[in-house]
């Protein structure tokens, strides 16, 4: 099946009924490398590891006596999984446990554990978590961009914008400027970014500029943020490099796509539009 047919298959942008009965057939993996098979690219070749961190802040279930248990949850997807996971599917898997009876708490993350890994086709790390334990807002580290001046002429991707230029230097840029758009519905996905690098220097209004032309780009958040390294990556031949988004919350779920040539994890941050 072709990307488009299987977006197009999806149950994003179709009337759905909610199931409030857990059914793991619910869940819709999409293949990570329809992506790149459309520029004759092979995904296992790309330099980057990583993962998605989804959170959730709709969860909930049944005790044995039929008491409602309400919990915030944690799921980390290995960028090496064959499958991202559709959101929506995702959501209606969730609400499918809302009228579901479970003795233990440990049954409910053992079976999101089963049925996520089964549909991503890897280990799917599942965390539970009391809302008395949620975590405080925070922000992304590093030199915000979005100040500088610049006239922009590009709305979607221009990877011709980026270039890099001097002596080695290190350093961490942050642009909350960065849209995309569903490319099924084409409702809005807001996201901040943060660019970690060991390189000659990016122009930072040259990448601030190409983040923004992202704007009327129809893409998956995991997509976007593997083309966003793979532009860098090509264009301004860091040594070392990481891409991290976290997208604004839609549906009870946020996204947050992290894509490092190196082998680490971030920190699973709370921003203040999450």
């Known amino acids: 099946m072709s990307e488009h047919d299987q ?32 520029k004759g690219v092979k995904r296992s070749s790309l330099p980057f590891r990583g993962l998605d961190i989804w959170n959730a802040y709709e969860v909930s279930w049944l005790d044995a006596g039929g008491k409602p248990v309400v919990r915030l949850a944690e799921f980390r997807i290995p960028a090496s999984s064959p499958c991202i ?25 053992e079976r999101m554990q089963a049925d996520l890994s089964a549909a991503a086709g890897a280990p799917v790390q599942v965390k539970l978590i009391p809302l008395t334990q949620a975590v405080e807002v925070s922000q992304l580290k590093g030199r915000c961009l979005d100040d500088l001046p610049l006239q922009v002429e590009h709305y979607s991707p221009a990877p011709e914008l980026l270039n890099a230029s001097g002596p080695v ?85 946020d996204i947050n796509p992290y894509r490092s040539s190196i082998n680490d994890e971030p920190q699973n941050l709370r921003l203040s539009r999450q």
């Not at 999806?10 to 098979?37: F, H, K």
Request: neutral net charge; charged residues 25%.
């Open 7 to 38: 977006v197009k298959a999806s149950p994003l942008g179709q009337d759905t009924v909610y199931v409030n009965e857990y059914d793991a057939s619910l869940l819709y993996p999409i293949r990570r490398d329809l992506n790149w098979e459309v």
């Open 169 to 253: 230097t290190e350093e961490t840029l942050v642009s909350h400027l960065l849209k995309s758009n569903c490319p099924v519905t084409g409702q809005p996905d807001w996201a901040s970014v943060q660019i970690r690098y060991k390189g000659a220097q990016i122009d930072h209004k040259g990448l601030l500029a190409y983040l923004i032309s992202y704007r009327e780009h129809g893409d998956f958040h995991e997509q976007c943020v593997e083309n966003i390294f793979m532009d860098i990556w090509q264009r301004c031949r860091p040594q070392k490099l990481s891409v991290y988004a976290r997208y604004v919350r839609r549906g009870g779920l």
């Open 85 to 109: 996971i559709e959101s929506k599917s995702f959501k209606l898997y969730l609400n499918s446990f809302n009228l579901s009876r479970f003795a233990q708490e440990s049954e409910v993350r």
